[in-house]
């Protein structure tokens, strides 16, 4: 079990990808599940006041007010991918690489850290053996928040739209259909 706030499940992924690479296992599941079964834990999350009033989340839009809580859950089983290729697996994504970092200070729990995630998206890159333009599109965190999107936009910006040779960057945000899913929101 990975408890890491909303980053659990993609710090399930990255830990497993690390198992197979090192040789501590052939096959890994990991991912997340998020499901409100009390309503304590969404008065916790109001008193962040990170939730959005009229229950829309509305991702990267100037009406951004906030995010809105979702169930759900994801698995992923990985294996190395000449081991899926001989196996005959179906290959429906190559994960080339992935990096975690800690977002160190910011102004606040759910305000994220511009120079932390710049940092982030370079050192996955790098493990990847990528470079800025190799990547076309990018699926955000995207919570909705008037603080937050800016923040992570303007990392995604210097990290790669400012470094990729003018090639089209698309972004996307899951969280403004389906919800935040809390930990197994990567």
């Known amino acids: 079990a990975v408890d890491t706030a909303c980053s659990s499940s993609l710090v399930a992924v990255h830990l497993a990808a690390q198992a197979i690479r090192r040789g501590e296992c052939d096959l890994a599941l990991a991912g997340g599940v998020n499901l409100i079964l009390s309503p304590r834990s969404t008065r916790l999350v109001r008193e962040t006041r990170s939730l959005s009033?009229?229950?829309?989340?509305?991702?990267?839009?100037?009406?951004?007010?906030?995010?809105?809580?979702?169930?759900?859950?994801?698995?992923?089983?990985?294996?190395?991918?000449d081991q899926a290729l001989s196996d005959g697996d179906r290959v429906l994504?190559?994960?080339?690489?992935?990096?975690?970092?800690?977002?160190?200070r910011s102004s606040g729990f759910t305000a994220p850290n511009v120079l932390a995630q710049m940092s982030l998206l370079e050192a996955a890159l790098a493990d990847a053996g990528l470079t800025a333009?190799?990547?076309?599109?990018?699926?955000?965190?995207?919570?909705?928040?008037?603080?937050?999107?800016?923040?992570?936009?303007?990392?995604?910006?210097?990290?790669?739209?400012?470094?990729?040779?003018?090639a089209p960057l698309h972004i996307g945000a899951v969280k403004t259909n389906i919800g935040h899913l809390e930990a197994a929101a990567g």
């Open 133 to 166: 333009a190799d990547i076309g599109y990018i699926e955000t965190h995207g919570t909705g928040t008037s603080l937050g999107d800016p923040i992570e936009m303007e990392a995604i910006i210097a990290a790669l739209a400012g470094k990729n040779a003018g």
């Open 93 to 104: 994504a190559v994960l080339h690489g992935s990096a975690l970092n800690q977002d160190g």
């Open 53 to 81: 009033p009229d229950g829309l989340c509305k991702a990267f839009d100037a009406r951004a007010n906030g995010f809105t809580r979702g169930e759900g859950g994801g698995m992923l089983v990985l294996k190395r991918l």
